[in-house]
């Protein structure tokens, strides 16, 4: 018997605006299930019931308002999560962090008014690790994130809540972010669609500066349509915005409905992070999506080299001066993980003008790089060097070795967070242990709507929807 839950957000958002479903059914049902299966994943760190409930009653009573459902947003009634590292005005923002465990946020972010505005309903804010920091979502102020394909097995990060949330049936789709993977890492190993947009297609603001441009707010879903919705619905340039998109060409939604004819799409499994030797999973996933790639009609070429090993220092550079962007009192500093303690010690220690040797380096490298890269419509690499990894792989190490466990594990997302191009994880692939593991797909810069009309395609070849691990059906 079909579920809630097992409805698509499109599907669901179609059966609220004709009144098939309620949406005070839709938000009862995720809370019910939150209750029960919460403690399991980790997937909210808090749950806004009584705001839900109050939404989806105003929802409600807009379908019967409603001249007809043209007249209703696009997530009427939809069920969506933010991210605890984005602020929602009146409900509490951890960042992650037990320095922050009792702040009640003072704002929206703008990802957080659009998604009011498109009608959707806001279950709670999902789990995070500290300031977004690691590539695992295991803090001080939260039960760590954990896929629901392997319970003793992280959900990744830093969206790692976000991704476990839709996986396990605790949301139809979520809201998440990315600075070097955070969106495309837990949709790996959660077995889910996740989208990296490019640089300036999503506005951080109002509080959060884009001074770096290497983080952005994106969609984790199910279902190419679902993600291409939800972006549809984030994306947009705000004013103040250092970076602005190129034109999207329409609706990303359109896109999922639309063949990308025959592309010329490069490879590479080459890790730009030295002495990384890539799982044989992840090689195996690979291969197989350059398989199914060419059976598609697509041409399928090695990569030439572009971004080398020599970036992986300045990339680090400027994510431990990021991870000073968030003030902390130095009475409060004790509060810290120590990972976050240790990142912090490298961005204080950087004086400026290594800092802007590193975003030099950085741009003189990307400016070499990006004639090789426009040659291809699109680009696949392994998400991961590694499969899912036990709770605790990175988190109980000293700091030193958490970092390079860390860089050894997701050696291939972060150079797109550095060049600014969209990028996806498209789940296409289980290994023998019945472990989700994705594969990456980068696109031109504005190429979103390409990877998502090529990934709506891989995903009518190989359906992965369907899949569902076991607590789906608790």
Same mark, same amino acid.
């Given at each position: ?22 949406? !005070? ?42 001249? *007809?459902?043209?007249?209703? +947003? ?6 969506? /999560? ?8 009146? !409900? ?37 690790? #500290? ?55 837990? =949709? ?13 297609? !999503? ?9 770096? *441009? ?12 679902? $993600? $291409? ?38 490879? =590479?499994?080459? =890790? ?40 992986? /220092? ?23 993980? /120590?990972? =976050? ?47 899912? !990894? ?8 000293? +700091? ?47 190429? #979103? ?20 691990? #076991?607590?789906?059906?608790?």
């Amino acid at each position: 018997m079909t579920q809630i839950h097992d409805l698509s957000a499109t599907r669901m958002a179609a059966a609220v605006r004709t009144g098939e479903i309620s949406p !005070v059914e839709l938000a009862d049902h995720y809370l019910a299930r939150i209750e029960r299966l919460n403690d399991q994943v980790g997937a909210y760190a808090t749950v806004t019931g009584d705001r839900a409930r109050e939404e989806a009653r105003r929802a409600e009573k807009a379908v019967l308002e409603a001249a *007809g459902p043209a007249d209703l +947003p696009p997530l009427h009634g939809v069920p969506v /999560p933010i991210k605890d590292l984005n602020m929602v005005e009146g !409900v509490r923002t951890t960042f992650g962090s037990a320095v922050y465990s009792d702040l009640t946020g003072f704002a929206n972010d703008h990802v957080v008014t659009k998604l009011a505005q498109a009608g959707s309903v806001l279950l709670g804010k999902t789990t995070a690790p #500290e300031f977004g920091l690691p590539c695992y979502t295991e803090s001080d102020v939260a039960p760590p994130a954990r896929t629901p394909w392997d319970l003793t097995r992280s959900a990744g990060g830093s969206s790692g809540g976000a991704a476990a949330a839709v996986a396990s049936g605790l949301a139809p789709v979520a809201q998440g972010s990315d600075g070097g993977g955070s969106i495309r890492i837990p =949709s790996s190993v959660c077995g889910l669609f996740g989208i990296k947009p490019t640089r300036g297609r !999503v506005s951080a603001g109002p509080i959060v500066p884009d001074l770096f *441009g290497l983080s952005t707010n994106g969609p984790i879903a199910r279902t190419v349509r679902d $993600a $291409a919705l939800l972006l549809d619905v984030i994306a947009g340039h705000m004013p103040g915005d250092l970076y602005r998109a190129p034109e999207a060409g329409g609706p990303f939604l359109d896109h999922a409905g639309r063949a990308p004819g025959r592309l010329r799409i490069a490879r =590479s499994k080459e =890790s730009p992070v030295p002495g990384v030797e890539v799982h044989p999973d992840c090689v195996a996933a690979y291969d197989e999506a350059s398989a199914l790639l060419e059976e598609l009609g697509h041409e399928v070429v090695e990569l030439p080299q572009t971004l080398g090993a020599d970036m992986v /220092p300045h990339f680090a550079t400027l994510w431990g001066v990021m991870a000073t962007m968030t003030p902390v009192p130095e009475e409060s500093e004790h509060l810290l993980q /120590p990972l =976050s303690r240790w990142l912090r010690g490298l961005g204080e220690a950087t004086t400026a003008p290594r800092l802007f040797q590193a975003h030099a380096a950085l741009q003189g490298a990307l400016r070499a790089a990006f004639p090789v890269m426009e040659e291809f419509d699109a680009i696949l690499h392994p998400t991961l060097a590694m499969p899912p !990894v036990p709770v605790g792989h990175f988190h109980e190490q000293e +700091p030193e070795e958490n970092f390079r466990r860390q860089t050894q594990f997701t050696p291939f997302c972060a150079m797109y967070n550095i060049s600014g191009q969209p990028a996806v994880n498209v789940p296409l692939h289980w290994n023998g242990d019945g472990l989700p593991i994705g594969v990456m797909l980068a696109g031109r810069l504005g190429g #979103e709507g390409t990877l998502i009309s090529l990934s709506a395609q891989l995903e009518e070849a190989r359906p992965w929807a369907g899949r569902k691990p #076991e607590i789906w059906t608790a």
